[in-house]
């Protein structure tokens, strides 16, 4: 959709485009019925495309909270009465029996997450009044997962988020971030829901505000044009997406929002003529 119009020496326009995305894989050339994804780090293979869902959708256990107390551990247990997690302690992850076999272990991996977005948009709008002149561009998207894979922990010295400091403790419970262990018995970190974020974001991509010189000015300096404009890139962008940067682009079409380690773009000003 665009709008352009011209007002009592104004001339603005707006322009908004959205599209919707709804996909399913609906035929796969082999038995199984299941193609391998994208594979990450020491996680093994986290995406993966099976007929009946979205292409690439995040391939992991579910999770349901954290232990609070040994007891949990012990009541945490399958159709016959054993325990599924045995060698869980207190602020470990309770993760999901999902095919409810008494086991946890790779047949519970289900689809926790699309990469894909539901909604893609873009704005742009440009005004001109006199000497002056503005532009905008926003793009975002709506209802796409991502792969946070900042939050690993397998390896042991390296750089946290301050998410880390909200981690689970004796002293201050938590139900949404484990403890931290370098002796990981329970497994907390293989792949799971605990790595899947939101990843819609609202962007603004480019803002430019101008001021072209007046003609008689222009004339007695003997310049042909002259105008001078601020403007900055990567502005401002809202989201809910706890990594670098919700932009995430993908290395093959099975590697869509992965987050492994993006360098961020740069938010950039510049002032010229």
């Known amino acids: 959709f665009n709008w352009r119009h011209f007002v009592k020496g104004l001339r603005y326009s707006v322009g908004v485009n959205a599209s919707y995305n709804q996909n399913k894989m609906i035929k796969i050339g082999n038995e199984e019925g299941v193609l391998p994804g994208a594979t990450w780090a020491v996680a093994g293979m986290v995406t993966r495309t099976e007929l009946g869902l979205p292409i690439a959708y995040f391939w992991g256990y579910q999770t349901n909270g954290i232990f609070q107390s040994q007891t949990e551990v012990f009541q945490h247990i399958g159709p016959t009465g054993q325990m599924l997690q045995p060698n869980a302690k207190p602020g470990d992850v309770r993760f ?76 201050k419970p938590s139900n949404t971030t484990p403890r931290y262990t370098w002796i990981d018995v329970n497994n907390n970190y293989r792949v799971s829901d605990l790595y899947i974020e939101d990843g819609s974001y609202i962007r603004v991509k480019n803002v430019q505000l101008g001021y072209t010189l007046p ?34 682009g993908a290395m093959t079409s099975f590697d869509i929002a992965i987050d492994r380690g993006i360098y961020p773009q740069a938010r950039t000003f510049r002032i010229g003529t």
């Open 215 to 248: 003609a008689k000015i222009q004339n007695r300096i003997k310049a042909r044009s002259m105008r001078f404009y601020i403007s900055a890139e990567n502005l401002l962008t809202l989201t809910r997406y706890t990594g670098a940067d919700p932009e995430i």
């Open 96 to 171: 999901v029996d999902v095919n409810k076999d008494g086991v946890i272990n790779e047949q519970d991996r289900t689809m926790i997450g699309n990469p894909t977005p539901d909604w893609t948009f873009g704005m742009n709008a440009s005004l001109e009044y006199k000497q002056f002149d503005f532009s905008m561009f926003i793009i975002g998207t709506y209802g796409n997962d991502i792969l946070n894979g900042g939050i690993r922990q397998d390896l042991r010295f390296t750089n946290r988020t301050t998410a880390i400091l909200d981690r689970w403790t004796p002293d």
